[in-house]
């Protein structure tokens, strides 16, 4: 089972109203299809619907409903078309709770969560660009009684001033119900959104950078009782193609000594075009007096790119190190001036 959870935050006056977006994409479960394949958060689900019509717009609607013709259940929408044409779907929304919901339907662009890259969408009070702003759903609300389901088309009109690339997005049912968080005066709004991947023709430039890699670590007075340390990193996707992209960590120390290496890392979601992610991997118990460069290598799914970063590393302290040293020196002289002076003493 593979689920995907993103939940967004947004604060009004005193009153704090928490809508949560529980994406759940790609769900496999051994329960009867297509459930099987829906998001769902256990109390509704969204999902294509069985079957897609094809546009009247000429081969890019026909090419964005071949993929559905014959595949009775997808995961997810995925259309491809020429700017300035329009692909035609349909989605569903399934209540799987005892009484009727009513929901209210959007369309939303998607974005990479900041801080671990996971899949999220806007919220409808967020200004949309692309697949939020394109999108057109029959119905804009609606009541799903208890055990039924509901399906509502909608058209994704693709302007001609269009960029080429992936715009991926999402078709949303969201709760008009406000729960009250249990303990808490916070209301919290959940919704459930299908994943669409669109890809509008044009000329493909995918692109990827490593930036600002660091190494954290508070060095303890003395070796061996330090904390775990970090290395954070950056990835940015700079192209207009959708990344799934793999990171390898290695830390070399004395003597070219591999002192921590973490391989294949990926994130939760597909690194969006135009998205950032700022990235943080623990090393455990890194060795006490130890100091070299961390190397970061990040790979596309493909391996046709491939960047690179690094940052100095040390876990000793210096300081504490040097006196140490010091205080060692001093004692071996003491006891040499002493063992001179009792030496001058016995010849006296």
Partial sequence: MHLVRTQLTHHRYAAVLITALALALGLLTASPP???????????????????????????GK????????????AYFQ?????????????????????PVTFLLYAADAYNTPRDGGFAVREPTEKQRSVGVWTRLARSEVTVPAGGRTT?????????????????????ALDKRVARAEGTGVGIRQAVGARIYLQVNGERKPGLSVQDVRFDYEVPLLPGFGKDA????????????????????????????????????????????????????????PPPLDWGSVELTASDKGGELVESG???????????????????????????????????AVRS
């Fill in 79 to 99: 259309m491809k078309a020429d700017p300035g044409r329009t692909v035609r779907d349909k989605v569903t929304v399934s209540n799987l709770a005892k009484e």
């Fill in 63 to 74: 090419a964005a409903g071949k993929a559905a013709r014959g595949k009775a259940h997808r």
């Fill in 34 to 60: 297509p459930e099987a394949y829906a998001a769902d958060n256990g109390r509704w689900s969204v999902f294509p619907a069985k079957t897609a019509k094809t546009g009247k717009d000429g081969k890019d």
């Fill in 310 to 344: 690094s940052a100095a590393y040390r876990t000793v302290n210096w300081g504490v190190l040097v006196t140490l040293a010091l205080v060692v020196l001093l004692l071996i002289v003491g006891v040499v001036v002493r063992r001179r002076r009792a030496r001058s």
């Fill in 230 to 285: 970090t290395v954070t990193y950056t990835l940015v996707n700079n192209g207009n193609v959708q990344l799934e992209p793999r990171v390898d960590l290695k830390a070399k120390g004395l003597f070219d000594r591999t002192s921590f290496d973490s391989a294949g890392t990926k994130l939760p979601a597909e690194l969006m075009p135009g998205q950032r992610v700022r990235i943080t991997q623990k090393w455990a118990a």
């Fill in 152 to 172: 509502v088309p909608f058209t994704v009109a693709i302007p001609r001033t269009a960029s080429p690339g992936d715009h991926p997005g999402a078709v949303v």
